[in-house]
């Protein structure tokens, strides 16, 4: 298949028989409730999941032979593992996030980039080569809270704020902690340009507060040495999104999914919970003065109609608090 061209207005790409369907194709048995890609057609056929698809199969059609028989690799495992506690396939989902922070490398120039064999030992995720110097890249993903684990596994009410509290700066600064001590164990020599490249799916799932969550992580990294490592935080589209700078870190911010037609349109998706690839349907908005309600009665009622799978769990009475802005 020719790599996807998502910046072509004319140019509407086929997903089937692409990468994404090669890793669906891993799975033994593709039934099994713990398997990944559970009715993966019907959920391309909303427009919004399928453009969103289309985008993570453009990522991974940039990547090599080798590198992408590697990510594939290390993706099966985790394509049956599912967690019942609110968490989904999301392991799966970190792996496959990888694929970006190769694409990062290769953007910036680097050659010979490559996926590090896991071994016994501590390693990068990735190296390549730049001006002749070795480049190190360690690739995390900072997922949400286990309370809000816990309130989309069993429906619970909730606030989204939009500020970060201490439990989520804490546990930013030991990843980033991680992520450094990994690249020094792999850098024998000590010379390597290290980057650690990191992907924050917030607890705000519609990313309403994303720009407020990006200043504060800002200010908190300005206080915060982390010496010797570069740090790239990719800034993920998503349903309220908006393009973001830091002082501290260097932010990527993607690009729009790709828009294409669909032969549903049933309801409008706002994004996509990628730990259990269905779309997510804001279905419901505040009035003015008044927080926005995402109900599973909303949810259930525009999946009704069969044309479109219900999503996952979104907790009923979950509204969102913060500065007027």
Same mark, same amino acid.
């Given at each position: 298949m020719?790599?996807?061209k998502?910046?072509?207005p004319?140019?509407?790409?086929s997903?089937?028989?692409?990468r994404?369907?090669?890793?669906?194709?891993?799975?033994?048995q593709p039934?099994s409730?713990?398997?990944?890609?559970?009715?993966?057609?019907t959920?391309?056929g909303?427009?919004?999941a399928?453009?969103?698809?289309?985008?993570?199969?453009?990522?991974?059609q940039r990547?090599?032979?080798?590198?992408?028989?590697?990510?594939?690799?290390?993706?099966r495992?985790?394509?049956?593992?599912?967690?019942?506690?609110?968490?989904g396939w999301?392991q799966l989902?970190?792996?496959?996030?990888?694929?970006?922070?190769?694409?990062y490398?290769?953007?910036?120039?680097?050659?010979g980039?490559?996926f590090?064999?896991?071994?016994?030992?501590?390693?990068s995720?990735?190296e390549?080569?730049?001006?002749?110097?070795?480049?190190?890249?360690?690739?995390?993903?900072v997922n949400i809270?286990?309370?809000?684990?816990?309130?989309?596994n069993?429906?619970?009410?909730g606030e989204?704020?939009?500020?970060?509290?201490?439990?989520?700066?804490?546990k930013?600064?030991?990843?980033l902690?991680?992520?450094?001590?990994?690249?020094?164990?792999?850098?024998?020599?000590g010379n390597?340009?290290?980057?650690a490249?990191?992907?924050i799916?917030f607890?705000?799932?519609f990313a309403?507060?994303?720009?407020?969550y990006?200043?504060?992580?800002d200010? @908190?990294l $300005?206080?915060d /040495?982390f010496?010797?490592?570069?740090?790239?935080? #990719?800034?993920?589209?998503? &349903?309220l999104?908006? !393009?973001?700078?830091?002082?501290?870190?260097?932010?990527?911010n993607e690009?729009?999914w790709?828009?294409?037609?669909?032969?549903?349109?049933?309801?409008?998706?706002?994004?996509i919970?990628?730990s259990?690839?269905?779309?997510?349907? @804001?279905? $419901?908005?505040? /009035?003015?003065?008044?927080p926005s309600?995402?109900? #599973?009665?909303?949810v259930? &009622?525009?999946?009704? !109609?069969?044309?479109l799978?219900?999503?996952s769990?979104?907790?009923?009475?979950?509204?969102?608090?913060g500065?007027?802005?």
């Amino acid at each position: 298949m020719a790599p996807l061209k998502p910046d072509d207005p004319d140019h509407v790409p086929s997903i089937h028989a692409s990468r994404v369907f090669e890793l669906r194709d891993l799975i033994e048995q593709p039934l099994s409730p713990s398997a990944y890609f559970q009715d993966f057609e019907t959920v391309l056929g909303d427009r919004h999941a399928r453009s969103i698809w289309l985008a993570r199969e453009h990522e991974f059609q940039r990547l090599d032979a080798v590198s992408w028989g590697a990510l594939k690799s290390e993706a099966r495992p985790y394509l049956k593992l599912h967690d019942p506690n609110g968490r989904g396939w999301q392991q799966l989902i970190d792996v496959l996030n990888q694929a970006r922070a190769h694409n990062y490398l290769t953007d910036l120039g680097c050659s010979g980039v490559r996926f590090v064999p896991r071994g016994g030992k501590e390693t990068s995720d990735l190296e390549g080569t730049l001006d002749m110097r070795r480049v190190l890249c360690e690739v995390k993903t900072v997922n949400i809270s286990e309370d809000e684990a816990n309130r989309r596994n069993t429906g619970q009410g909730g606030e989204i704020s939009n500020l970060l509290n201490e439990q989520f700066l804490n546990k930013l600064k030991s990843t980033l902690g991680k992520t450094k001590s990994q690249m020094e164990a792999y850098d024998i020599g000590g010379n390597a340009r290290r980057i650690a490249f990191l992907i924050i799916n917030f607890d705000d799932s519609f990313a309403e507060y994303k720009a407020d969550y990006y200043r504060q992580i800002d200010q @908190h990294l $300005a206080s915060d /040495t982390f010496e010797s490592i570069d740090i790239v935080f #990719d800034n993920q589209n998503t &349903a309220l999104h908006a !393009d973001v700078s830091m002082q501290s870190a260097l932010v990527v911010n993607e690009e729009s999914w790709p828009d294409i037609e669909s032969k549903y349109s049933a309801s409008k998706t706002s994004g996509i919970d990628e730990s259990s690839g269905w779309p997510l349907y @804001h279905v $419901a908005a505040g /009035t003015a003065g008044r927080p926005s309600v995402i109900g #599973d009665r909303d949810v259930q &009622a525009a999946a009704s !109609d069969g044309k479109l799978p219900p999503t996952s769990r979104v907790p009923e009475g979950r509204f969102r608090v913060g500065s007027t802005r």
